[in-house]
């Protein structure tokens, strides 16, 4: 059973190559996009940010740390998008709102990144390393899978609605299509799992390196 759903998603893979190309370079032009946009602050937007990542430090030091509201916030935040996806890639607006998602979400990590790096120096560069990346390893995958499936569905029901082809299992499509999304799913709250209770150890024995 494994090889068959192995040989199913490699399958799923190769049909849909340009697509998943797509989708990673739209990524990497978010992560672009907001790595650029830290030039254009000024420093009152600068100093906000760095009173709440200071915060945060202290924060991640004190008794209001929790790794299950990491958890929980981490699964509510990234299913937002995944659900945002898997509904949109059915309804046939897929094609303009699913880019845009994944656009955002580099965006949000090129910025994120680009900002540590930036005010910090070498500490941000660590901090990247050992509180974003592990988690991101995992998510960013399973989100640019989710994209491309649903990027995948969408052009695949309005090549049909044009073709006006019947006769179509259009039930065993959805089943294939949210079982696809399901699979990259688990990969996602795996990395849920590492933000919430792998990345703040890592965070703590950095401080006190730094310390």
Same mark, same amino acid.
């Given at each position: 059973?494994?090889?068959?759903?192995?040989?199913?998603?490699?399958?799923?893979?190769? *049909? $849909? #190559?340009?697509?998943?190309?797509?989708?990673? &370079?739209?990524?990497? +032009?978010? /992560?672009? @996009?907001?790595? =650029?946009?830290?030039?254009?602050?000024?420093?009152?937007?600068?100093?906000?940010?760095?009173?709440?990542?200071?915060?945060?430090?202290?924060?991640?030091?004190?008794?209001?740390?929790?790794?299950?509201?990491?958890?929980?916030?981490?699964?509510? *935040? $990234? #299913?937002?998008?995944?659900?945002?996806?898997? &509904?949109?890639?059915? +309804?046939? /607006?897929? @094609?303009?709102? =699913?880019?845009?998602?994944?656009?955002?979400?580099?965006?949000?990590?090129?910025?994120?990144?680009?900002?540590?790096?930036?005010?910090?120096?070498?500490?941000?560069?660590?901090?990247?390393?050992?509180?974003?990346?592990?988690?991101?390893?995992?998510?960013?995958?399973?989100?640019?899978?989710?994209?491309? &499936?649903?990027?995948?569905?969408? /052009?695949?029901?309005?090549?049909?609605?044009?073709?006006?082809?019947?006769?179509?299992?259009?039930?065993?499509?959805?089943?294939?299509?949210?079982?696809?999304?399901?699979?990259?799913?688990?990969?996602?709250?795996?990395?849920?799992?590492?933000?919430?209770?792998?990345?703040?150890?890592?965070?703590?024995?950095?401080?006190?390196?730094?310390?």
């Amino acid at each position: 059973m494994p090889n068959k759903v192995k040989r199913w998603l490699f399958k799923q893979f190769q *049909d $849909n #190559f340009i697509i998943y190309f797509l989708i990673i &370079i739209i990524f990497a +032009i978010g /992560i672009v @996009i907001g790595s =650029i946009t830290i030039k254009i602050l000024d420093f009152n937007q600068k100093n906000d940010i760095m009173i709440f990542l200071n915060s945060f430090f202290k924060t991640m030091d004190g008794n209001d740390f929790s790794n299950t509201s990491i958890l929980k916030q981490s699964l509510i *935040d $990234n #299913f937002k998008t995944v659900g945002i996806m898997w &509904i949109t890639g059915m +309804i046939f /607006i897929g @094609i303009p709102i =699913i880019p845009t998602s994944i656009l955002f979400r580099g965006f949000a990590l090129g910025f994120t990144v680009g900002f540590l790096v930036h005010e910090y120096g070498l500490e941000g560069f660590l901090f990247s390393t050992l509180g974003i990346l592990p988690q991101n390893l995992l998510i960013i995958p399973g989100i640019i899978s989710i994209a491309s &499936i649903g990027m995948a569905y969408s /052009i695949d029901r309005i090549k049909m609605r044009k073709a006006r082809v019947k006769h179509v299992n259009a039930f065993g499509k959805i089943v294939d299509y949210t079982i696809l999304i399901s699979i990259f799913s688990i990969i996602i709250v795996l990395g849920c799992f590492i933000e919430a209770y792998i990345s703040p150890i890592f965070l703590r024995l950095l401080k006190d390196y730094l310390n």
